[in-house]
């Protein structure tokens, strides 16, 4: 049963006129409602319209819908660009849908202090560009950069391509303001490194998939760019080889590598074909991107002949070295690439996330082909190795229906969730839970942590108005 | 007005003695009690006696005395080492005190995941003991290791001397076992370095003060142990020279050093004559002790070099090199005693934690010179420069009656609070809020977010009975 919200009618919209403008606001016409039914999750199962589109310019107006939303009992769901992966920007209870795609700027880059502030809307690779005159770098890096916004990123705490070195967003997330889901303006943390003034409201906003708050700016902790960075490309015969190689690299060598991304021979594959790419060796069983960065080449040479010496004695057939950015960056493109290649060549498939602590990694592709052998699915496999964060991706066996599908797929899931469960995993290491995958939430949370969670959802939001069906399970949806 | 807490009558304590054990009950003996009235702060205004002292063993025996004491409103204060510079263990509202010394065992060194397992008892310097054959290491570095416990790192989210490069506690943490304040017992995050499976409640219970849960098992994130550190001493004519190289040395550099520690001259006098140590260069106007550490020693040497370099443009007048383990001990001993020095040294004292952005630092130096005058006090100062945190320490006027000095001192206090929120700064970057610094927050923090502060307190602890009077002022604290 639904929470009782109440519908978006003329004069509710009416109202929002008023606070945004009238050419902020899409309303009754269902082709422009459209494209905020959904975001890149393939299954259009989990699409659902919503009943109005707002696009605020400011923290302010944004506050003033908060207040109308919660005041008359209508869902709010906060959207970025629109590019995740777990149906978090989908609204699953109707209601609004709340751009903040106006909110594109940087307010400021102050090298003095290491920081950078900008508002949600800003796409993410540009933070990069406006920072590299400056010697300074943000070390976020989600394969959708391109595209996806900062806001987003904070919202999913996104993971991405060097958290092995450097961690994920949240890492480096020192100051938000928050619109609360009853419409206050509240400034958390500041351009500190170190701040115990009273609860970790900061990093409870991080990764809270828009559900506590809606993010007006964010200060973000920049780190002096490494002079030098190499790539590895680690030919292995198998899968099992390569991903039997992720735990020795780092224990073997002493070397935390920026990134350790792995890709089976159907993720290069369908990458390559995608992009018209000519990847010379996408006939190995499987390969391990590996990049190492610091202050100089001669330490990155050390890094990274230790950490080629790792894999070859862990059975690569071959280690080439991409020392160019742009033999660097046709590589990553292929690996950025590997998700959106996969949805053209089969709608019909669930891009998962799973993770693992690293040693057990090799029992997780091992188990997954199991997994793919008893269901009659193949699982290619691809994603951040050295984080134990896997991109298993089922996709439907072409000879099913796609009801069959649709009934088979949830066993399939179960039995991938229990499998990482099992090895002390979990169900989503960067994607999030979004609607996709909240029924899921049991098979690895206590009751007494989703009860937590709820108390917390009702402390912040009491009437469930800000992207209600996501993340936290409430009785009416377990 | 507290809220309305039930007493610990000998029908209470004979409920406890059958949890954990007769002689692990101590009740109705004043002498006996006093040790756990207080922390380290010397002030002993904050000094309140407990009505009980437990001492658990097991996770299961915290959880029973939490679930007594939320049925009968007895308040709970866990309790570390008691090493605490904010009043953090003490039971301001009488009740129980609850002791984790017990659970002190380390209960699993895994190098293959990079993690180790403890219970919050263990002394924090224990840890990186037993992980040095494992070329291993744990990267927090509070001052008192050698008495802290772990527990307590992680309830204060404590920073320490190797913030600069490696943070603080929280970054580390990535599992915890939490009893609640109701009584279950909760299993938080796990063996993985990425984690977005619901609201970050792991990180919401780092730096919480004990006020939501008691740890009884913590994960944590372990690190290659550096091949090579060197510790430079560098000394400038004045403290303001010193601390206006400290945003230089990084931003002009480009290198983060692991540790950037500020001294001025009374700091490092009184911190000499504490130790009976002979340091050379203590009549030098202030110092900065700045730590390099790396995968190899070349590399630690070109990066000494370009912030000796730097320090010297500052105007340093001398740069030493301490690349001995023995030298480098001897020299951040001194800095680790200086607040223990002080306290020898004048009782009648307030250790404050102040933090601003890295560049705003010269100007708390400065602000502080002034605030002493005003009040015709002297403010010392020392601290992790580099995280812009001061530990400055306003010493009562030896002529002034105790008094005088307590009616004067919040005077004092909310100068300098008033002068780092100016600053962009805050109160405290990692000793805490406590109930020594409960009155001050509403300086830094605005009414929606100390409500959020509230009502995340209630919604984890609705009977207000675990720590009460610490970090989240309540509206009759207020």
Not at 70 to 85: D, F, K, Q, Y
Not at 240 to 253: H, N, Y
């Amino acid at each position: 049963m639904a929470p009782a919200y109440s519908p978006v009618t003329p004069a509710i919209v009416q109202r929002l006129e008023e606070i945004v403008g009238a050419r902020n606001v899409i309303f009754g016409d269902a082709e422009k409602l459209e494209p905020y039914s959904h975001d890149e999750v393939a299954d259009t199962h989990y699409a659902h319209l919503p009943d109005a589109v707002v696009r605020p310019g400011t923290a302010d107006e944004i506050a003033a819908v908060m207040k109308l939303a919660n005041a008359e009992r209508i869902p709010v769901t906060p959207r970025g660009a629109g590019s995740g992966l777990s149906g978090g920007a989908v609204p699953a209870y109707g209601g609004i849908v709340l751009l903040t795609d106006r909110l594109n700027r940087i307010l400021e880059v102050d090298p003095a202090n290491l920081m950078i502030v900008a508002e949600p809307g800003v796409v993410t690779n540009e933070i990069n560009e406006v920072l590299k005159p400056h010697g300074l770098f943000y070390a976020g890096y989600p394969m959708s950069l391109e595209t996806c916004y900062l806001g987003g990123n904070v919202a999913e705490n996104a993971g991405g391509g060097k958290a092995v070195k450097y961690g994920v967003t949240g890492r480096y997330v020192v100051g938000l303001e928050v619109v609360t889901p009853t419409g206050d303006i509240v400034q958390l943390g500041g351009k500190r490194v170190k701040d115990v003034t009273g609860y970790n409201l900061l990093q409870l906003m991080v990764g809270s998939e828009g559900t506590l708050g809606i993010f007006t700016k964010v200060t973000l902790k920049l780190l002096p760019l490494p002079k030098a960075s190499v790539d590895l490309l680690c030919l292995f015969p198998t899968a099992e080889a390569a991903i039997g190689a992720v735990p020795r690299i780092m224990t073997g060598s002493g070397i935390i590598p920026t990134a350790i991304e792995f890709m089976d021979k159907t993720s290069v594959q369908a990458s390559c074909q995608y992009l018209n790419e000519s990847m010379p060796y996408q006939d190995a069983g499987a390969m391990l991107l590996i990049t190492v960065d610091g202050a100089d080449e001669a330490q990155v040479i050390r890094d990274y002949d230790a950490i080629g010496e790792q894999c070859l004695g862990a059975g690569a057939t071959e280690v080439y070295v991409a020392d160019n950015a742009n033999t660097s960056e046709r590589i990553w493109k292929v690996r950025r690439n590997i998700a959106e290649a996969f949805k053209v060549i089969s709608p019909h498939q669930s891009l998962e996330d799973v993770v693992v602590p690293i040693a057990e990694i090799p029992k997780v592709v091992a188990g997954l082909a199991e997994i793919g052998a008893k269901h009659d699915i193949q699982i290619p496999c691809y994603g951040h190795a050295g984080d134990g964060n896997l991109h298993a991706t089922p996709v439907m066996n072409p000879t099913w229906t796609l009801d069959q599908w649709h009934e088979r797929l949830p066993g399939v899931l179960t039995d991938i969730y229990r499998l990482v469960a099992s090895l002390g995993g979990t169900i989503s290491g960067e994607h999030g839970i979004g609607h996709k995958r909240l029924r899921y939430l049991p098979l690895v949370l206590e009751d007494a942590q989703l009860a937590m969670m709820r108390a917390v959802k009702l402390a912040l939001d009491p009437n469930l108005i800000l992207n209600p069906g996501k993340l936290v399970p409430m009785p009416q949806e377990a």
